[in-house]
Protein backbone atom coordinates (compact mmCIF):
# COMPACT_ATOMS: atom_id res chain seq x y z
CA UNK A 1 0.00 0.00 0.00
CA UNK A 2 1.53 3.33 -0.85
CA UNK A 3 0.63 6.66 0.05
CA UNK A 4 0.75 9.84 -1.18
CA UNK A 5 0.18 12.81 1.05
CA UNK A 6 -0.25 16.53 -0.13
CA UNK A 7 -2.21 19.73 0.45
CA UNK A 8 0.04 21.07 3.32
CA UNK A 9 1.20 24.56 3.55
CA UNK A 10 1.49 27.71 5.42
CA UNK A 11 -1.89 29.62 7.03
CA UNK A 12 -2.42 32.07 9.31
CA UNK A 13 -4.02 31.86 12.85
CA UNK A 14 -8.22 30.95 12.12
CA UNK A 15 -7.33 30.21 8.19
CA UNK A 16 -7.92 26.59 6.87
CA UNK A 17 -6.14 23.72 4.57
CA UNK A 18 -7.43 20.44 3.53
CA UNK A 19 -4.95 17.71 3.64
CA UNK A 20 -5.33 14.65 0.94
CA UNK A 21 -4.26 11.42 1.22
CA UNK A 22 -4.16 9.48 -2.10
CA UNK A 23 -3.78 5.45 -1.73
CA UNK A 24 -2.37 3.25 -4.20
CA UNK A 25 -5.65 0.57 -3.94
CA UNK A 26 -9.16 0.13 -2.81
CA UNK A 27 -9.65 2.27 0.18
CA UNK A 28 -12.63 -0.36 0.87
CA UNK A 29 -10.33 -2.99 1.67
CA UNK A 30 -8.29 -1.36 4.57
CA UNK A 31 -9.75 -1.12 8.11
CA UNK A 32 -8.69 1.90 8.84
CA UNK A 33 -6.92 4.98 8.17
CA UNK A 34 -6.39 8.63 9.56
CA UNK A 35 -3.46 11.47 9.90
CA UNK A 36 -0.93 11.94 12.87
CA UNK A 37 1.41 14.77 13.09
CA UNK A 38 4.81 15.14 14.00
CA UNK A 39 6.73 18.39 16.20
CA UNK A 40 10.62 18.07 16.38
CA UNK A 41 11.30 16.54 19.12
CA UNK A 42 8.02 15.06 20.41
CA UNK A 43 5.93 12.22 20.01
CA UNK A 44 3.93 11.88 16.73
CA UNK A 45 0.44 12.58 17.97
CA UNK A 46 -2.82 11.23 16.56
CA UNK A 47 -4.93 13.73 14.96
CA UNK A 48 -8.07 11.59 13.46
CA UNK A 49 -9.51 8.40 12.26
CA UNK A 50 -11.96 6.90 10.03
CA UNK A 51 -12.78 3.18 9.89
CA UNK A 52 -13.91 1.03 6.70
CA UNK A 53 -17.47 1.57 8.53
CA UNK A 54 -16.96 4.57 8.30
CA UNK A 55 -16.80 5.64 12.36
CA UNK A 56 -14.73 8.33 13.18
CA UNK A 57 -12.37 9.68 15.92
CA UNK A 58 -10.29 12.77 16.49
CA UNK A 59 -8.09 14.23 19.38
CA UNK A 60 -9.34 16.33 21.97
CA UNK A 61 -7.12 19.51 20.88
CA UNK A 62 -9.12 19.11 17.22
CA UNK A 63 -12.57 18.22 18.26
CA UNK A 64 -15.06 20.43 16.41
CA UNK A 65 -12.45 22.03 14.22
CA UNK A 66 -10.72 19.04 12.03
CA UNK A 67 -12.86 16.48 9.81
CA UNK A 68 -11.61 13.39 8.58
CA UNK A 69 -13.58 11.60 5.77
CA UNK A 70 -12.77 9.89 2.42
CA UNK A 71 -13.77 9.22 -1.04
CA UNK A 72 -13.82 5.95 -2.34
CA UNK A 73 -14.20 6.73 -5.99
CA UNK A 74 -10.63 8.60 -5.64
CA UNK A 75 -9.03 6.27 -3.28
CA UNK A 76 -8.58 9.57 -1.16
CA UNK A 77 -8.79 10.52 2.35
CA UNK A 78 -8.86 13.92 3.62
CA UNK A 79 -8.37 15.89 6.66
CA UNK A 80 -10.58 19.15 6.73
CA UNK A 81 -8.80 21.39 9.25
CA UNK A 82 -10.58 24.80 10.01
CA UNK A 83 -9.94 27.07 13.15
CA UNK A 84 -6.21 26.56 13.05
CA UNK A 85 -3.86 27.49 15.66
CA UNK A 86 -0.24 27.82 15.80
CA UNK A 87 -0.18 24.68 17.97
CA UNK A 88 -1.30 22.63 14.80
CA UNK A 89 1.37 23.53 13.04
CA UNK A 90 3.19 20.12 12.61
CA UNK A 91 4.55 17.40 10.07
CA UNK A 92 0.97 15.81 8.89
CA UNK A 93 1.46 12.14 8.13
CA UNK A 94 -1.38 9.73 6.38
CA UNK A 95 -1.50 6.35 7.85
CA UNK A 96 -3.85 3.40 6.79
CA UNK A 97 -3.80 -0.37 8.38
CA UNK A 98 -3.72 -3.21 6.64
CA UNK A 99 -2.42 -5.88 8.74
CA UNK A 100 0.18 -3.37 9.51
CA UNK A 101 0.40 0.48 9.22
CA UNK A 102 1.38 1.94 6.18
CA UNK A 103 2.70 5.93 6.23
CA UNK A 104 2.45 8.53 3.51
CA UNK A 105 5.79 10.86 3.35
CA UNK A 106 4.02 13.71 5.60
CA UNK A 107 3.21 16.76 4.57
CA UNK A 108 4.03 20.21 6.60
CA UNK A 109 1.48 22.48 7.92
CA UNK A 110 2.49 26.18 9.52
CA UNK A 111 -0.13 28.42 11.13
CA UNK A 112 1.16 31.37 11.66
CA UNK A 113 0.10 33.74 14.44
Known amino acids: VQLQASGGGLVQTGGSLRLSCAVSENIFSINDMGWYRQVPGKQRELVATITRTGSTNYADSVKGRFIISRDFARNTVYLQMNSLKPEDTAVYYC????????WGQGTQVTVSS
Open 95 to 102: YAFKGVIY
